[in-house]
């Protein structure tokens, strides 16, 4: 599996640190709210509303560098706008993933 990196950030940052850990900081602020939702939603079977939980978690997984995870995430969400939960167990892998290298920042 891939690994979480801050080639993005870094890349937007045009090397201003501060900046760097301004968004880290949101990242690390949003990121747990969010993934407690989704886990919410999804416990409920809201799947359009888990859908929009993944929407706003796919975009700090390509902040984080993930592609092939994002292309996973794009996928699980249009599955759940169909109704189905198909690659939810990739999704909270990359969650958990995601989790263990924030923890580390």
């Known amino acids: 599996m891939e ?6 950030i870094h890349s937007m940052s045009g090397g201003d640190k501060a900046f760097e850990q301004k968004l880290i900081a949101i990242i ?3 990121f747990p709210e969010e993934k407690k939702e989704y ?13 929009g939980n993944v929407h ?16 996973t995430a794009v996928a699980f969400e249009n599955n759940l706008l169909e ?18 290298y924030l923890q580390q920042l």
Do not use: V, W
């Not at 700090?60 to 592609?67: A, H, N, Q, T, V």
């Open 3 to 8: 690994q979480p990196n801050l080639s993005y």
């Open 83 to 100: 109704g189905r939960t198909t690659l939810q167990d990739e999704f909270e892998s990359i969650l958990t993933t995601m989790t263990n």
């Open 28 to 30: 690390n602020a949003e």
């Open 39 to 51: 886990f919410k939603n999804l416990a409920a079977k809201n799947y359009k509303l888990t859908a």
């Open 56 to 71: 706003k978690l796919k975009h700090k997984i390509s902040i984080l560098g993930l592609e092939k995870s994002y292309e």
